[in-house]
Protein backbone atom coordinates (compact mmCIF):
# COMPACT_ATOMS: atom_id res chain seq x y z
CA UNK A 1 0.00 0.00 0.00
CA UNK A 2 0.99 3.29 -0.36
CA UNK A 3 2.23 5.91 1.88
CA UNK A 4 -0.47 8.23 0.60
CA UNK A 5 -3.09 6.45 1.04
CA UNK A 6 -6.32 8.45 2.70
CA UNK A 7 -9.52 6.62 2.78
CA UNK A 8 -12.39 8.43 3.21
CA UNK A 9 -16.01 8.24 4.65
CA UNK A 10 -18.71 8.02 1.91
CA UNK A 11 -21.01 10.54 4.52
CA UNK A 12 -17.78 13.05 2.77
CA UNK A 13 -18.51 12.52 -0.81
CA UNK A 14 -21.39 14.64 -2.32
CA UNK A 15 -24.48 12.74 -3.40
CA UNK A 16 -23.51 13.24 -7.17
CA UNK A 17 -19.93 11.63 -6.69
CA UNK A 18 -19.27 9.28 -10.31
CA UNK A 19 -16.96 6.69 -7.50
CA UNK A 20 -19.98 6.02 -5.56
CA UNK A 21 -22.98 4.96 -7.41
CA UNK A 22 -26.50 4.69 -5.12
CA UNK A 23 -28.48 4.49 -7.77
CA UNK A 24 -29.03 0.38 -6.52
CA UNK A 25 -30.57 1.59 -4.05
CA UNK A 26 -31.33 5.39 -2.43
CA UNK A 27 -30.19 6.18 1.13
CA UNK A 28 -28.24 2.58 1.07
CA UNK A 29 -31.58 1.35 2.53
CA UNK A 30 -34.83 -0.60 1.61
CA UNK A 31 -36.43 0.51 4.51
CA UNK A 32 -35.84 4.06 4.27
CA UNK A 33 -36.50 3.97 0.71
CA UNK A 34 -40.04 2.73 1.19
CA UNK A 35 -40.71 5.26 3.40
CA UNK A 36 -39.60 7.68 1.13
CA UNK A 37 -42.05 6.83 -2.00
CA UNK A 38 -44.74 6.15 0.93
CA UNK A 39 -44.26 10.00 2.54
CA UNK A 40 -43.98 11.32 -1.30
CA UNK A 41 -47.46 9.39 -2.14
CA UNK A 42 -49.13 10.61 0.84
CA UNK A 43 -47.49 14.59 -0.32
CA UNK A 44 -48.63 14.15 -3.95
CA UNK A 45 -52.22 12.75 -3.32
CA UNK A 46 -53.21 15.15 0.12
CA UNK A 47 -51.22 18.53 -1.71
CA UNK A 48 -49.84 19.61 1.47
CA UNK A 49 -46.55 19.90 2.82
CA UNK A 50 -47.58 19.09 6.20
CA UNK A 51 -46.79 15.66 7.80
CA UNK A 52 -49.52 15.95 10.13
CA UNK A 53 -52.50 16.05 7.65
CA UNK A 54 -50.72 13.85 5.13
CA UNK A 55 -50.55 11.10 7.69
CA UNK A 56 -53.17 8.52 7.99
CA UNK A 57 -51.94 7.72 11.89
CA UNK A 58 -49.83 9.39 14.35
CA UNK A 59 -47.12 6.23 14.49
CA UNK A 60 -47.13 7.09 10.44
CA UNK A 61 -46.26 10.45 11.08
CA UNK A 62 -43.26 9.93 13.66
CA UNK A 63 -42.02 7.40 11.16
CA UNK A 64 -41.94 10.29 8.65
CA UNK A 65 -40.38 12.61 10.98
CA UNK A 66 -37.27 9.77 12.06
CA UNK A 67 -37.00 9.58 8.06
CA UNK A 68 -36.09 13.35 7.85
CA UNK A 69 -34.01 13.00 10.73
CA UNK A 70 -31.89 9.87 9.57
CA UNK A 71 -28.41 11.17 8.96
CA UNK A 72 -28.50 8.92 5.44
CA UNK A 73 -31.04 11.37 4.36
CA UNK A 74 -29.79 14.30 2.78
CA UNK A 75 -31.48 17.36 1.22
CA UNK A 76 -29.68 17.37 -2.38
CA UNK A 77 -30.55 14.08 -2.71
CA UNK A 78 -34.01 14.37 -1.36
CA UNK A 79 -34.35 17.07 -4.53
CA UNK A 80 -32.47 14.86 -7.14
CA UNK A 81 -35.07 12.05 -5.77
CA UNK A 82 -38.12 14.31 -5.83
CA UNK A 83 -36.95 15.84 -9.32
CA UNK A 84 -36.34 12.75 -11.88
CA UNK A 85 -39.20 11.22 -13.79
CA UNK A 86 -40.30 8.15 -13.20
CA UNK A 87 -39.15 5.81 -16.31
CA UNK A 88 -40.81 5.72 -19.14
CA UNK A 89 -42.25 9.13 -18.53
CA UNK A 90 -40.93 11.94 -20.88
CA UNK A 91 -41.99 15.60 -21.19
CA UNK A 92 -42.04 15.90 -24.85
CA UNK A 93 -44.94 17.72 -26.14
CA UNK A 94 -46.26 18.55 -23.11
CA UNK A 95 -46.62 22.02 -20.90
CA UNK A 96 -44.39 22.58 -18.40
CA UNK A 97 -45.52 25.33 -15.68
CA UNK A 98 -41.68 26.43 -14.09
CA UNK A 99 -42.66 28.46 -11.14
CA UNK A 100 -39.63 30.90 -9.47
CA UNK A 101 -39.55 32.09 -6.00
CA UNK A 102 -37.11 34.33 -4.63
CA UNK A 103 -38.17 33.71 -0.70
CA UNK A 104 -35.36 33.36 1.53
CA UNK A 105 -35.25 31.59 4.94
CA UNK A 106 -33.48 32.81 8.33
CA UNK A 107 -32.83 29.64 9.82
CA UNK A 108 -30.05 30.74 12.21
CA UNK A 109 -31.36 28.55 15.14
CA UNK A 110 -30.31 25.64 12.81
CA UNK A 111 -26.62 26.58 12.12
CA UNK A 112 -24.81 23.96 11.35
CA UNK A 113 -27.61 21.29 11.08
CA UNK A 114 -28.64 21.13 7.24
CA UNK A 115 -25.41 20.54 4.50
CA UNK A 116 -26.37 21.79 1.16
Not at 21 to 36: A, E, G, I, M, Q
Not at 96 to 111: I, N, P, R
Request: positive net charge.
Amino acid sequence: MSPDFRPISIAQMPVGNTLISRKRNPFNDTRLLLTYRIYKERLLANKTVSIRRCSHTESEANKFYRFLRNKKVNIPELIQMSCELPSGQHLEDRHVLVVGDSSSFKMYKHEGRFEI
